[in-house]
């Protein structure tokens, strides 16, 4: 059945180029696993020097307002000086986001980061990635491997956990499960992020940077995997649905190129291990990213799990948003039923769904309006998920359709040209 989301019921996420909740560090370009959907070629000892880092840092400063730096890659971990990165991301007075797939982390190096000022790990775990020792396994038993870094986080304590996972069209019905999952660690698993995979479309177009034509093979998401299918944001809701029925986003950001579309969709939901009582409304997320705004001067991003475990102060929102109030009317029904629910902590867990860059069928490429994983290239700040057509091209390709592309003449007289218009960019005549 198909899943409609009305963004108008929404909260539009305020978060834009020059003023964002997040921004994307990627000291190395090296990795220890080779994940399908990766946007980012594996390069072996591609580690950018602590001078380098520092530099990209200053750009942030002065192109971009953030307030939490997703420390990427490659996996930041293999960096030899990642307990430094962390370092002068906290002296700069942001929040360190470790983005890992976790391999190379250990309690010893997990105390130093703390000690360091790392504020979260965002864990990409998800069937697609050949671990060693996990071959065959599905979503649902990664959660054994997903429960292991949680907890090691709930250990040194104060730490926020995030997992994500790319869903394809084989995985997708896991999602509901793996919510389950995080339902139960709800006091130690804070956000559950689901990417959508957005299959190549590059045998479709011609692509060019700048005027020269390009071939688009030499990219690693080039790769077209002809058994999997596109996955859509509503897809993703569609299947939580199957099991949390009255499932509720209440954020997004669009797409460049489509207003009503669903680039990031924010979900957050309140509970305990046993029972989830509902979801906040638009204007709570609203009310959360423009007071944190307005009292440090930028958007809010990751939080600490001790502020994640006050949900019965959270319900002080309850006469400004309606999602807020529907949850304090079942957390109260729940307690005169059985008063002892009273000394279990009420969290805030949060689930956001991502989907990637849509290619239209006329060649237009809608990426995130106001996408948070922006970074360095060049001292200007780029699409981290495009970034390899910077690295290779040197500048972000086009996609023309074969149909529009330019043809030799039938008379032999020469070719037809790309013209450039207002109304047209990609004509031809």
Not at 78 to 101: F, Y
Not at 188 to 194: E, N, S
Not at 252 to 272: H, I, Q, V
Request: aromatic letters at 8%; glycine letters at 8%.
């Amino acid at each position: 059945m198909e899943t409609k989301i009305d963004h108008n019921a929404l909260y539009r996420l305020p978060w834009t180029l020059p003023d964002n909740a997040i921004s994307w560090l990627e000291p190395t370009v090296a990795c220890n696993l080779a994940c399908e959907g990766c946007y980012r070629a594996n390069v072996p000892g591609g580690h950018k020097t602590l001078a380098q880092i520092r530099h990209e840092l200053r750009v942030f400063k002065s192109l971009r307002k953030t307030d939490g730096i997703s420390i990427a890659g490659g996996d930041p971990l293999l960096h030899p000086d990642i307990i430094e990165i962390v370092s002068m991301v906290t002296d700069g007075g942001l929040k360190p986001i470790v983005n890992t797939n976790g391999q190379a982390l250990t309690r010893e190096l997990l105390r130093d980061l703390k000690r360091a000022g790392v504020v979260g790990f965002t864990f990409h775990v998800d069937s697609k990635q050949h671990r060693p020792h996990w071959k065959g396994k599905n979503e649902v038993d990664l959660n054994e491997l997903r429960l292991s870094y949680a907890e090691m986080l709930a250990e040194a304590g104060g730490i926020c956990c995030a997992f994500n996972s790319t869903v394809y069209s084989d995985t997708l019905e896991y999602t509901p499960l793996m919510l389950a999952w995080a339902q139960e660690h709800i006091d130690i698993v804070h956000t559950m992020v689901f990417i959508a995979f957005r299959a190549a479309a590059a045998g479709e177009f011609a692509y060019y940077a700048g005027a020269e034509r390009v071939e688009m093979g030499s990219l690693v998401y080039s790769v077209v995997e002809e058994k999997q299918q596109t996955i859509m944001a509503e897809d993703i809701v569609g299947a939580i649905r199957t099991r949390y029925p009255d499932f509720q986003p209440c954020a997004y950001l669009n797409g460049t190129e489509k207003p009503d579309s669903f680039k990031w969709l924010m979900t957050a939901r309140m509970g305990t291990k046993e029972r989830i009582y509902g979801y906040v409304g638009p204007r709570y997320m609203e009310l959360t990213q423009t007071l944190h705004h307005l009292l440090k001067g930028r958007y809010l991003a990751y939080t600490t799990p001790a502020v994640l475990r006050r949900g019965r102060l959270m319900l002080l929102l309850a006469p400004v948003d309606p999602g807020v109030s529907s949850i304090l009317r079942s957390y109260t029904s729940a307690l005169l039923r059985n008063p002892l629910r009273a000394v279990r902590p009420l969290c805030l867990q949060s689930v956001m769904i991502i989907q990637p860059v849509d290619t239209f069928p006329d060649g237009r490429m809608s990426m995130c309006d106001g996408c948070p994983d922006i970074t360095v290239w060049e001292d200007e700040i780029v699409w981290s998920c495009r970034l390899e057509e910077k690295m290779k091209f040197g500048s972000f390709v086009r996609a023309i359709p074969w149909e529009r592309v330019p043809q030799p003449a039938a008379d032999g007289g020469g070719e037809r040209h790309l013209v450039t218009n207002q109304n047209d960019p990609f004509g031809v005549r």
